[in-house]
Structures are given as structure tokens and as C-alpha cells.
């Protein structure tokens, strides 16, 4: 009996049972993921695969790799932030030369040709391809693929079972409205059909023919053509491959855009537009030659701006635009054209808004980095650069949402609680859930993480940090505690804190908090060196705010939004239930050359707190990066991609991380201007000669000011000589900041 159901096993039948099934679970896994009932059906058919008589299969294969994944998972740590995604371009050059070897040649990729084994694993690798590129490159891909499948299944056994777990699942949805007759259509076999009238007999006959690759003779010049269009995301239409490429080169836009790729000047680009266009067509042609030129230098100044790294002194240009849809920008206008804030003050706000509502499970990992998205974020100026503006503009008034929602988890607990309570429940004190904290004592915020910090993040706002961070440069006092508990709670990390007095202890097993605030210059020079001996000045992002002239504006319906938009984003961010960000194949790389570059930066510093700044450099990258992607993806920017059947994971965009490590350098830059001042007092002068000559030289740049007359315009409390001016004129020219005339006794500002 034993030997007769083993026999039976091995059947062709019953592998093709086998092998639909198998097919079946796979289109479930590519779409909707796997269940806990599934994954048990999973492990059912990978033992009576197993059991076949029949050498490796694909989809034998793919079944065999995911449920040892699956075994793997469950006994070890979680393998999706580890695991790296193959090489597409690897991938694409290894398919093309198998399928250049045997193009049509059938009978090598049977089971017993030599191309089958190199074949099977490129076909299963698809699935784990770098994501970004899977979307970004799709018809080239799927082309790829497709042909590759073919050859290992020239009669197309896989597709029709992927085809037919589509149909059953139309079929279910058509049979739950009702419409049973249109369900059955799905479910009849091709040859069953009715044709239609409009098709011919001989048309159809080719519609409902069983699929046989060997059936279809295709030169192979013609398929490396099509995979040639495909690589542009193009298909021939009504015509030859070798025709719709010829098209394609010669098109205009194309043309267009390969001057500008190559320099090309708009004079020369408009030379081309007049050679191509007609009248009614050259202003369109114009058009999309100046919207593609924005878009392709807008995208070489972030990469330059990385390569740059800011060794001339001066951080990278952040641009509101690269960062918000188009249709937010409107919304900012109060406080960019008005309150002249700047586009950089008004993204790292944002960010940092986002980066504290994500959830305290959420984890960015570069290669062996790990990082929780913490972030703090400092504002830099005078008392009267409206700080608690921007900040109640962009946080306290929008932060009005996620506020409400952790308002209604408190009260659900608290009448659960209750009703606990009436039925004779024994329940200890009842904690709420706090998210802001505006003015709390650091013991207060110990015990509300010892209790929800696993669940609630939350975020420090306050338009002064003095008195916070005077707290953390006090030595020898109280503040020595608090230090340890907020550089610990940056990184998430465990903390005890044990009293005599029981009640007073707290052990944090996690924590996220974030911090917002202002500080005057002045103030924050003045505790510079106590805070660097802790490390505690290298984590904070800096943003300088000017203080310049401002302009009464009206607000607008757009302006009005803001409040919401914000709001709603923050909301999305504290809700987010993706816990894992991973890099994509290009980030992966940009991140590690960022990661090296910061690392010379920090070897050749010349202090211990500039190095600390660098060094602390590539984490605070992912971490920007985490918040720059959720909002690009939340805002429709980007797509979700996503990568792990059985965890999940947000593959993180090459350019998400550009824009982050943007951010980060402007940050960090300031910082280090900070420091160098704390160690130079000729900058501070530098900065208040400059402001001076822009105010003196006024509308006729082109005069120049006199040092003499800047001299008499400082008040002689503190009023350099005439020779401390011509020294930092000197350096100021040498950063290109001004012009040095008339020997030496004028200067012109010209940036």
C-alpha cells in the first residue's frame, strides 16, 4: 500500500496538482501576502514536493526558498534589515547572455539542458530584486523575465496557473454581487468561449490556440531591440521594434533632452527646437526643454551638493519644492514671502515634526547602522526672529490632530479601566499618554516613557531651550542626571534609574523623544564647552534664522490649509504601521559613500567637538531619511515599495536619502560654524562687518562702502580698529563674499 501511494505521488498528475497549488500560493504571496492558514498550506505542499519524483522545478524552488526564510525568521532576528537585494543591472546582464546563448533553442533549458540550472535561479531572483528598480524599470523586467520563463515553460504551463488564481479571484468577487453567469465566463476554459462578432474566425482561432512559445519565431536581433525600447519604457505600436526605437531617437523630445544632459546652452537647445518645430509646436517644445532643464539641474545640485560636502564653508541650498507636492508650496506663503523664513528653516521644522511622530518600533537600517528616526532640531537666532511663530505655525497648531487621537486612547483606557474597576479589579494608577511636552521636568517625562514609551512617542517644543540646556551643562548638579536620560532616550536606549524612595524610580525599556526648540546665539556660545564634554552638542541639528526685514502679507484660502495638511501628515506619521525602512540598492551605495566621506571630515577636524559632529553624521542621515521618505510617500511624491514576504518592509528611494543627507549637511554645517565661533571671536566681527556693509551699501552695490564709515557705525563698546577690518574683509573676500577696493580701505558685498 506504502509503495502504491508513492508511485501515485510521483505522478504526472499529481505534480501538476502540486505545482498549480504551488503557483496559486505565489500570485497570493506577490499580492496580498501569506496568512497564518496559508503559510500552514505553504509547508503542506513543500513536503509533498519534496516527496516528488521529478527534478528541481522553479516554482518548486520558490516554495523551497520561502518557507526556509519562514523557518528562519521565526527562530532568528527578523532577516528583512539584513538581507540586501540583488543587483538589477548584474541581474539584466546575466539574463541577457543566458538568453543570447540559447535564444529559442528550447531544449537547453529543459531539465536536462545545460542552461536550466543558471536559468531557474536567474527566474527565481526576480523576486528579489531591488524594489525601486523593479518600479523604475518595469517593461525592461518584466520583458526579461517573461522571455526567461518562457524558455524554462515554452507551453506555458507557469502562466496559466498565475492566470487562473486571477480568474477564480474575479470569479469570487463577481459571485458575491450576484452576477453568477459572468462569474462562469471566467471560470470556462479558452476554446469554450463564444467569439464575438466583430472578431474573425481567423483571429480568434489564434486567441484561444493553447500558448507554445515554440510556435512564435522571432530573430533574435528583434527581441534585443524590443528589449532595447522596453529599457525606455516603450513597446512597438503597429510597427517594428527596430522602427519604434528609429522614432524614438529621432523624436524631438529626446533630442531635447540629450543636449541638455550633455550642457548644451538654451541657445543651443532653441537652435534644435527651431530645426524640429513648427510655430504652432515650437512654443511647447520650448516648454518642456525649460521644465526639463529645471527638473535636471534641480536633481545635479542635490547629487553635487553631496559630492560638495560643503568644504567651502557653506551648506547646501534646500529648496521647499524638492520636499512638498507643487500644489502645497501656496500654503507657505505667509511664512516664506511675509516672515521671510527660509525654505531650509521650514523643511527641517517639518521633518523634525514628522521624524517625532513616527512610532518608537520604527527602525532605518544602512548596511550595519541601525537607527531609530530621533531627531533634534535647533533653532538659531535673535529674540526677535519670530521663532515661536514658525514653530506654532508648523507644530503646536497642527500637532492639534495626533493629539486628539492619543486624547481617545486615554479615555477608551480610562473606561476600560473603569469598568475593570466595578467588577472588584485591583488596577494601579492611572497614567495618560502625553505627546508634547512644552515646559515638563525630565522626571515627569520618566515616568510617562516607563510607562507608554513603547507605544507613544513624543516631542519637546519649546520657542527657549536656555533653561533646558542650562540644565544639561550643569555639572555638578541635577541637571547631571537628566543629561544621561536624554542622551540615552536619543538612541532609544535602556534605562534604570533607582531611588531610595521606591516610588521615585523609573526603568525606561524604550523611548523616542524629540526635540524642537530656539536658542540665541549668545546663549548657546556660552554653554558650548560644558555641553561638548558630553557629547551632548554633536546631536542636534542647527538652523539659522537671520533676522531680516519683514513684510505685512494677507493670507489666502491656501495659506488657511496648512494647518490641516500638516496636521493630517503628522497624524499619518504617528499611525504608521510600517516599523522597518530599508535602503534601495541605490541608496545603499550613495549611503556608504556619504558614510566614507563623513568619516574623512571627522578625521580631519581640528577639535574634538567638530569631530564628534561629523562622526554622529551618517546616523543622523538615516534618520532624516526615514521622515523625508514616509512624507514623499504620504504625500504622493513616491510610491510605497515594499520588500519581505514575511516582514515588511519601506525600501527607502535613492533620492529620499539625497534630500535627507541635504538637510543633514546644512545642519551639521552650522554646527561646525558654531563651534569655529565659539573658538574664533573674529567670525562674530566677520558677520557684523557683513551685515553692516549690505545695510550701508544699500541700492548702488556697485559703489562700494568704505571700512572707515562701517568703523564709525559700531558702537565703540567693542569697536575693532581699522586693521581688525581689513584683515576680515581680507577672509571675507577670500570666501567670496565681497570685493576688497581702493587699496584696501573699501569693501563691496556681493552675495
Known amino acids: 500500500m506504502a509503495n502504491t501511494q508513492s508511485r501515485q505521488s510521483s505522478s504526472p498528475e499529481h505534480a501538476s496538482r502540486i505545482y498549480a497549488e504551488i503557483a496559486r500560493l505565489k500570485q497570493l504571496a506577490e499580492t496580498i501576502g501569506l496568512d497564518d492558514a496559508k503559510w500552514g498550506e505553504a509547508r503542506q505542499l513543500f513536503e509533498q514536493w519534496r516527496e516528488l519524483d521529478v527534478p528541481l522545478h522553479p516554482l518548486g524552488g520558490w516554495l523551497s526558498n520561502i518557507v526556509e526564510a519562514k523557518h528562519r525568521n521565526e527562530e532568528y532576528e527578523p532577516e528583512i534589515l539584513k538581507t540586501q537585494s540583488i543587483d538589477t543591472d548584474d541581474w539584466v546582464s546575466q539574463v541577457t547572455a543566458i538568453l543570447k546563448a540559447g535564444f529559442q533553442n528550447y531544449q537547453r533549458f529543459s531539465k536536462e539542458g545545460d542552461l536550466f540550472v543558471d536559468a531557474t535561479d536567474l527566474w527565481m531572483q526576480y523576486d528579489l530584486l531591488d524594489p525601486v528598480s523593479r518600479h523604475a524599470r518595469h517593461c525592461e523586467l518584466i520583458l526579461l523575465h517573461g522571455e526567461l520563463e518562457s524558455h524554462l515553460d515554452p507551453e506555458g504551463v507557469f502562466h496559466a496557473a498565475r492566470m487562473r488564481c486571477i480568474y477564480e479571484q474575479k470569479a469570487a468577487a463577481l459571485h458575491a454581487q450576484g452576477k453568477h453567469h459572468e462569474a462562469a465566463q471566467w471560470l470556462m476554459p479558452k476554446e469554450q468561449l463564444e467569439r464575438p462578432n466583430n472578431c474573425p474566425e481567423a483571429v480568434w482561432a489564434n486567441i484561444i490556440k493553447p500558448f507554445d512559445r515554440r510556435s512564435y519565431e522571432e530573430p533574435l536581433n528583434e527581441f534585443l531591440t524590443r528589449l532595447k525600447l522596453a529599457h525606455l519604457g516603450l513597446f512597438p505600436n503597429g510597427c517594428t521594434a527596430k522602427e519604434a526605437l528609429q522614432f524614438h531617437k529621432d523624436n524631438a523630445h529626446t533630442k531635447i533632452k540629450e543636449l541638455i544632459q550633455e550642457g548644451a546652452s538654451t ?197 527657549e531651550l536656555n533653561g533646558w540646556l542650562k540644565q544639561m551643562a550643569d555639572e555638578g548638579g541635577a541637571g547631571v542626571g537628566d543629561v544621561e536620560f536624554w542622551l540615552s532616550s536619543y538612541d532609544g536606549a535602556y534605562s534604570n534609574d533607582v531611588f531610595a524612595d521606591a516610588k521615585k524610580s523609573r526603568e525606561v525599556r524604550a523611548g523616542k523623544l524629540g526635540v524642537i526648540g530656539g536658542i540665541q546665539p549668545k546663549v548657546f556660545l556660552d554653554q558650548l564647552e560644558a555641553g561638548n564634554a558630553n557629547g551632548f552638542n554633536s546631536r542636534p541639528l542647527f538652523v539659522h534664522l537671520p533676522r531680516t526685514r519683514r513684510v505685512l502679507v494677507e493670507g489666502d484660502e491656501n495659506t488657511k490649509k496648512l494647518n490641516d495638511v500638516l496636521g493630517d501628515l503628522y497624524l499619518a506619521a504617528l499611525q504608521d504601521g510600517n516599523n522597518a525602512y530599508v535602503l534601495s540598492a541605490g541608496a545603499e551605495q550613495l549611503f556608504i559613500n556619504l558614510f566614507d566621506q563623513q568619516e574623512d571630515l571627522s578625521l580631519q577636524a581640528g577639535s574634538e567637538e567638530v569631530e564628534a559632529l561629523w562622526a554622529k553624521g551618517p546616523g543622523q542621515v538615516l534618520r532624516v531619511t526615514a521622515a523625508i521618505h514616509f512624507i514623499r510617500v504620504a504625500t504622493g511624491q513616491e510610491e510605497l515599495l515594499e520588500r519581505g514576504l514575511m516582514q515588511r518592509a519601506t525600501v527607502v528611494s535613492e533620492r529620499s536619502l539625497q534630500l535627507a543627507a541635504n538637510l543633514v549637511m546644512a545642519g551639521k554645517t552650522r554646527a561646525v560654524e558654531l563651534h569655529e565661533r565659539a573658538s574664533n571671536p573674529m567670525l562674530e566681527l566677520a558677520d557684523k562687518l557683513l551685515e553692516k556693509a549690505r545695510k550701508m551699501q544699500g541700492n548702488a552695490p556697485g559703489q562700494g562702502v568704505a571700512l572707515s564709515a562701517i568703523r564709525k557705525s559700531w558702537s565703540s563698546k567693542g569697536r575693532p580698529t581699522i586693521a581688525e577690518l581689513k584683515q576680515i574683509a581680507v577672509m571675507l573676500q577670500s570666501r567670496g563674499l565681497v570685493q576688497v577696493i581702493d587699496g584696501g580701505k573699501s569693501i563691496r558685498v556681493v552675495r
Request: hydrophobic fraction near 40%; aromatic fraction near 8%; glycine fraction near 8%.
Open 267 to 463: 541657445d543651443q537647445v532653441h537652435k534644435l527646437i527651431n530645426e524640429y518645430g513648427t510655430k504652432k509646436s515650437s512654443f511647447g517644445l520650448t516648454k518642456f526643454a525649460d521644465q526639463y532643464r529645471e527638473s535636471f539641474e534641480r536633481q545635479q545640485d542635490i547629487a553635487d551638493a553631496l559630492d560638495d560636502l560643503l568644504l567651502r564653508g557653506e551648506p547646501p541650498q534646500i529648496h521647499l519644492a524638492d520636499y512638498v507636492p507643487a500644489d502645497w508650496l501656496p500654503m507657505f506663503f505667509v511664512l516664506r514671502d511675509g516672515l521671510k523664513f527660509s525654505d531650509e528653516a521650514i523643511v527641517m521644522t517639518v521633518m523634525a515634526g514628522v521624524a517625532a511622530m513616527l512610532p518608537p518600533q520604527v527602525r532605518i537600517r544602512g548596511r550595519s547602522m541601525e537607527e531609530i528616526p530621533t531627531v533634534w532640531v535647533f533653532h538659531i537666532g535673535s529674540s526677535g526672529t519670530a521663532k515661536s511663530v514658525l514653530l506654532r505655525a508648523l507644530i503646536n497648531g497642527p500637532m492639534a490632530k495626533p493629539i486628539a487621537f492619543i486624547d481617545g486612547w486615554n479615555e477608551r483606557d480610562q473606561q476600560s479601566r473603569k469598568r475593570a474597576a466595578d467588577d472588584g479589579e485591583d488596577l494601579p494608577p492611572f497614567r495618560k499618554r502625553n505627546l508634547i511636552y512644552t515646559a515638563p521636568t525630565t522626571q515627569g517625562i520618566r515616568a510617562d516613557l516607563a510607562e507608554h514609551g513603547e507605544d507613544v512617542p513624543g516631542l519637546l517644543v519649546r520657542d
